[in-house]
């Protein structure tokens, strides 16, 4: 037996070099040490805005019904303080809804015409715009906003302009690339020989698509649009900028609003750690925590039934 | 040459010529196809069959930069003029794929589909397609107690009869097969090939397949492409005995290919 060749009995065994062991427990660590950060991240800030956000009810006595239920909100005031905080959950559930109801039929629309209506069209030009648009900052969406959309409603629907409608505007601009980018990802990911199938049955594009391509795609594309509605939720700069920021409950889209990030941002630079008004707001976070956690929890649950041929 | 000319053709291919590009897929391809009887098509990786199969229902025309010449007789109208209607078309001549390719729905609505498109609404009426067209896939046995469960959940060989099903449910009058079995264990082989015979009374098939066996058990004519070219079709007895050419002999004897 010449020095090259190895046993077969003594190859099955496992290696004994000391150098290839030490790489291999090495490289081992080094990303169970990465995995360990992200997890302990995430743990924490729970964790953190967990405690931080109870400590209103639990340390300062504010009262949890009064809270959610509430519409008045005036943390500053001397003798009676309220907390008061469903203008701005209302403003932020109501901004969401309406944008993703914007947002969904237009992107998933542009997703189709993409992927099935002009495939060497879109693929080459229309997704690298989209693509380009989902990374614009979301402070340019809200100056665009604030300086064109703003005094363009105040001269054509009356009022000052800062309004729900603005916000919903902003917000299902800015989430359109988000829905059209995953819907059209969904949509090129469905098997080709469905759309084959259903041809060769005499059906029309229209059928096709319709009959065959969106049922079989509306998992991902229900992803698509929690995921934009997931980032219109926590979106704070741009709504803020458009929105008006009242503390009132808005009574037409036209009345400006307030939404649970608007306050938040508003608000932090002027509270002391500690204060009551302080807690509060990390309340409002802490809803913001909850609902992102039922986001993701709602993608997970959509894409575990998310199965084709 | 032994063919029976007084039997109907249903297609009469003339001259056909295909170009994917610059590339000439298809040349001066000549070939009748008699009504009511299983036509196979079979020749090495890459000889043009698949493209064949797929002229006859024009499903070619989703190919990007395809070009066509040539006549394809579809009951003496020639499919390659313009103002051919896709859907009827398709509707007569129904197609069979290499994968079973079932929608994401439940059984029935797989084989409704077809029905529904074109314009059958009658729920009565629908159920007794589906029934027909299941029984006459030989599925109907396996799978009446769960006709609306997903078609997904069917084993390869009752998704690939699904499909048949499918397909005849609007009763076309054509079945195009592209190498049906190519993805299924020997027994769903044999039952899709036991139904391919059986279903002849009522169709016309045309068959691709890689498997010469095949083509010797289940055709009644082959004929064998290579390189783009027909090479020659015959009954499938004198093909697989005594072809006129050497290329066609060298192929079945398994001596290339």
């Given at each position: 037996m010449d020095g090259n060749t190895v046993r077969a009995s003594s190859r099955l065994l496992k290696s004994t070099n000391k150098t290839a062991l030490h790489l291999e427990r090495r490289g081992k660590m080094t990303v169970m040490v990465c995995a360990f950060l992200i997890i302990s991240a995430a743990l924490s800030i729970t964790i953190f805005l967990t405690v931080k956000g109870l400590d209103a009810f639990?340390?300062?006595?504010?009262?949890i019904v009064d809270f959610l239920s509430?519409?008045?909100?005036?943390?500053?005031?001397?003798k009676s303080p309220t907390y008061g905080a469903l203008s701005f959950i209302f403003g932020s559930f109501l901004v969401t809804i309406l944008a993703a109801c914007l947002a969904a039929p237009l992107g998933i629309g542009c997703a189709i015409f993409m992927t099935e209506i002009a495939p060497s069209w879109g693929k080459k030009v229309l997704q690298p715009v989209i693509e380009l648009l989902v990374g614009v900052p979301s402070v340019v969406y809200g100056f665009i906003g604030l300086s064109v959309l703003v005094p363009f409603l105040r001269s054509v629907v009356g009022g000052q302009g800062f309004s729900v409608l603005a916000g919903t505007l902003v917000l299902a601009v800015m989430i359109l690339p988000t829905v059209a980018s995953i819907a059209a990802d969904g949509l090129n990911s469905l098997p080709g020989g469905l759309r084959e199938g259903s041809f060769a049955l005499g059906a029309t594009r229209w059928q096709t698509i319709w009959r065959v391509v969106l049922p079989a795609a509306m998992p991902t594309l229900l992803t698509a649009i929690v995921l934009g509605m997931a980032r219109a939720f926590g979106e704070a700069l741009a709504v803020q900028m458009v929105i008006g920021n009242v503390r009132t409950l808005p009574e037409a889209l036209t009345d400006p609003a307030a939404t649970l990030t608007t306050i938040i941002t508003l608000n932090m630079g002027h509270t002391t750690f500690g204060s009551t008004e302080n807690n509060v707001l990390w309340s409002l976070a802490l809803i913001l925590l909850a609902m992102s956690f039922f986001f993701i929890l709602f993608i997970r649950y959509l894409s575990s039934r998310r199965k084709f041929s | 040459m032994s063919v029976a000319t007084a039997q109907a053709q249903i297609f009469s291919v003339r001259n056909l010529n295909v170009w994917y590009g610059s590339q000439h897929?298809?040349?001066?391809i000549e070939l009748p196809i008699y009504k009511n009887e299983v036509t196979a098509i079979i020749g090495p990786s890459g000889c043009g069959k698949s493209t064949f199969i797929k002229t006859l229902n024009l499903m070619i025309q989703h190919v990007k930069r395809v070009r066509m010449s040539g006549e394809l007789l579809y009951q003496e109208r020639n499919l390659l003029d313009q103002g051919v209607d896709l859907v009827s078309l398709r509707k007569q001549v129904g197609m069979v794929f290499q994968k079973g390719n079932p929608f994401g729905k439940s059984i029935f609505e797989n084989v409704a589909y077809g029905p529904r498109i074109h314009g059958m609404s009658k729920k009565k009426e629908l159920e007794e397609t589906v029934e027909r067209a299941l029984r006459d896939a030989f599925l109907w046995d396996e799978v009446k107690d769960r006709l609306h469960t997903s078609a997904l959940g069917l084993s390869g060989g009752q998704q690939q009869r699904l499909c048949i099903a499918r397909t005849i449910a609007t009763r076309p009058e054509v079945l195009l097969m592209d190498e049906p079995t190519s993805a299924l264990d020997p027994i769903s082989t044999s039952k899709i090939e036991e139904l391919a015979m059986q279903l002849k009374k009522d169709y016309t098939i045309v068959m691709v397949t890689h498997n010469m066996q095949q083509a010797a058990r289940v055709s009644d004519r082959t004929a064998f492409f290579l390189m783009g070219e027909l090479i020659e079709h015959d009954e499938t007895g004198k093909i697989f005995s005594t072809p006129n050419d050497t290329r066609t002999e060298n192929y079945v004897m398994g001596r290339f290919g």
């Open positions: 639990l340390e300062n006595g504010v009262s509430s519409t008045n909100w005036n943390p500053t005031d001397h | 897929a298809l040349k001066d």
